[in-house]
C-alpha cells in the first residue's frame, strides 16, 4: 500500500477477528511506533501488547474500575468484555519526564504519534484498528494498575486484528476549512 493512499483513506475499524499480527508484522508495527517524532530523544512512550490471557487480565481491571466507579451493573458486566473485541490490544501510555525544554504536552503528543503509526502499519500489512480512550484512559484505578506516576497518561487502546468488514470511506472534507495561509 502507497502512504500517501494509507493516509489519505485512513479509516478505524471497530470490527475485529483474529489474527492479531503476529511475528514480524508485530515486530514491523512495534518499529513504527519507536521513529515517533521524539525531542530530546526522551522516548516518552511504554506500550503493553495484551493477546489471550492479557486481554482477560485488562478486562478484569476495566471492570475492577467500573466497580470502584459505582458504575451501574450492566456497565460493571460489560467492563471485562471490552478489550474481547479485538484479539489485541495494545496500551500505549505516556511516560512523563521532566525537561526543561519539552512539556508535558509534547510527550502526550509524541506518545499519540507513536499510536498512529502503529495503526497505520497494522493497515499497510492488512490488519485493522481502532484507536479507544474512554473513561478506562483517565481512571485513577486503571492508572494504577499500570503503575503510572502522577504525570503519566493513558494515551489509548489501539485495538487490532483482521477486519470482518469492509472499511467505510473516508469522508471528504474541505481543506479550506481547516487550512489558512499566511503570504
Request: glycine content about 8%.
Amino acid at each position: 500500500m502507497q502512504a500517501i493512499e494509507l493516509l489519505l483513506n485512513r479509516r478505524s475499524q471497530p470490527r475485529l477477528k483474529g489474527p492479531a499480527p503476529q511475528g514480524q508484522q508485530l515486530k514491523t508495527i512495534m518499529q513504527a511506533a519507536l521513529r515517533a517524532p521524539d525531542h530530546a530523544g526522551l522516548t516518552p512512550w511504554k506500550f503493553v501488547v495484551c493477546q489471550g490471557r492479557g486481554l482477560i487480565k485488562l478486562g478484569e481491571i476495566f471492570e475492577e474500575a467500573a466497580i470502584n466507579e459505582g458504575l451501574e451493573e450492566n456497565q460493571i458486566q460489560r467492563a471485562p468484555q471490552m478489550p474481547l473485541r479485538a484479539p489485541m490490544v495494545i496500551v500505549a501510555i505516556a511516560k512523563y519526564s521532566e525537561h526543561p525544554k519539552v512539556p508535558w504536552i509534547e510527550q502526550v503528543a509524541s506518545t499519540s504519534c507513536a499510536v498512529h503509526s502503529m495503526q497505520m502499519a497494522a493497515v499497510a500489512q492488512g490488519f485493522g484498528g481502532v484507536w479507544r480512550t474512554g473513561s478506562y484512559a483517565h481512571n485513577e484505578d486503571v492508572k494504577c494498575a499500570f503503575f503510572l506516576e502522577e504525570k503519566d497518561e493513558i494515551v489509548g487502546f489501539l485495538y487490532l486484528g483482521t477486519p470482518t468488514t469492509e472499511a467505510m470511506p473516508a469522508p471528504q472534507r474541505n481543506s479550506n476549512d481547516y487550512f489558512e495561509f499566511w503570504n
